[in-house]
Structure formats: C-alpha cells, structure tokens
C-alpha cells in the first residue's frame, strides 16, 4: 500500500512539474507584444502566441493563405516577420536566378524573412540532380550558397 501511494505521489509531481512546460505551446504573451501586434496586424483574429528559449514571443498566422510567424521582444520590439511561400509566389527575378545558377532545380520550399536590420531575403529550399539544397536570395536574384 505504502509503495502504491509513493508511485501515485511520483506520478502526480511528474504531471504538476510538466505542467509548465506544457503551456509553453500556446501562452499569453505580455501586453507590450500583443498591442505591437494588433497594431500591425488589426484585421488579423486567431493567431496563437509561442514564447522561444531567446525570451522573445511570436505569433502564428495564416493571412492572405499564407503562414506567416511574427516574432517580438518581450518589450513589444518588432524582431521578424517569415511567411511560407509556394514557388509560384516567388518573384520572377528568382525563378530566373535559380535557373541559370541550377539548372533544373525544383523549388521545394521558400521563406520571406523580414528584419528590421537587413533588406528582405528568401530562406529556399531547393532539389538539384536529386540532392537537397538551401540558400539565400534576394529579391534582386542575388543567391548565397
């Protein structure tokens, strides 16, 4: 009996000490964050917020169909915005650039990263002869390996 109710009570701290953790996935950002947030983004309902290891929140939200996360300080302070893209959404000077650099490349996932401190770029995800490949671009068609 004794041994039954030591398990119970090992289970039980073992549930109460993964409750925080638990929560992480959907939490309340701070104030500052949200009103950061809706200022931007006023016709946006339904985003969920995420707190990251940095201490910074983000906000996951679909708009325009597209993925869109939004990342802040825990002061409110703008960080990043990346929204998935289809190959299709991409600018032309890109389906260009890829072409020439890759001949033959497929596109198999984009990301449009936006930072307060460097122009807009592009995290893609590409095929070439059957191997995997990620680079940076820009809008310009610059790509970096």
């Known amino acids: 009996m004794i041994a039954m109710k030591k398990i119970g009570l090992c289970v039980l701290l073992a549930i109460v000490a993964a409750l925080p953790v638990m929560g992480q996935g959907h939490a309340k ?9 809706s200022q931007t983004y006023q016709q946006v309902t339904g985003e969920t917020w ?13 708009q325009d169909s597209l993925h869109t996360k939004v990342e802040y300080t825990p002061e409110g ?17 890109l389906h260009t650039a890829i ?11 984009a990301t449009r990263i936006q930072r ?10 590409l095929t070439v002869a ?16």
């Open 116 to 125: 307060a401190d460097v122009a807009p770029y592009y995290n893609i995800s």
């Open 77 to 93: 302070s703008w960080v990043a915005t990346r929204t998935a893209l289809d190959a299709a959404r991409l600018p032309d000077t």
């Open 29 to 37: 950002a701070p104030d500052a964050v949200v009103q950061a947030f």
């Open 50 to 62: 995420h707190k990251m290891a940095s201490g910074n929140w983000y906000a996951d939200l679909s």
């Open 130 to 145: 059957g191997t995997e490949k990620d680079i940076l671009a820009n809008d310009q068609g610059t790509i970096t390996e």
């Open 99 to 109: 072409q020439q650099q890759f001949p033959g490349a497929t596109i198999e996932q």
